[in-house]
């Protein structure tokens, strides 16, 4: 074939891999759902595998959410175990402020 004739023919670019599970419309409806707040990274999975019907893992929806202009996905950190002598403490600093 004419490398010309080659430049000359449109060409439709095909997808390559495989189709991407949730649509733009899902995915808009599970940032929605995790705007509000009220549910873990876990809970969006299950609300995604019902409202959706689609079944993605917590990594995806992670990505998914950190992918969002507005969005960005943490990590809630753990705080530390109180001891009983913190705790103490803290009852003591309270009751001095009364």
Do not use: W
Not at 26 to 36: F, H, P, Q, W, Y
Not at 41 to 69: E, H, M, T, W, Y
């Amino acid at each position: 074939m004419n490398y010309q004739r080659q430049l000359k023919s449109p060409r439709k670019k095909h997808q390559l891999g495989r189709k991407p599970k949730m649509t733009e419309r899902m995915i808009r409806g599970l940032i929605k759902k995790a705007r509000t707040g009220k549910f873990s990274a876990r809970q969006l999975v299950a609300v995604a595998k019902n409202d959706f019907k689609v079944d993605i893992g917590v990594r995806r929806k992670q990505q998914i959410i950190s992918n969002a202009p507005f969005m960005k996905y943490l990590k809630k950190l753990k705080a530390p175990k109180m001891s009983v002598d913190n705790k103490n403490d803290g009852m003591e600093v309270c009751s001095q402020s009364d």
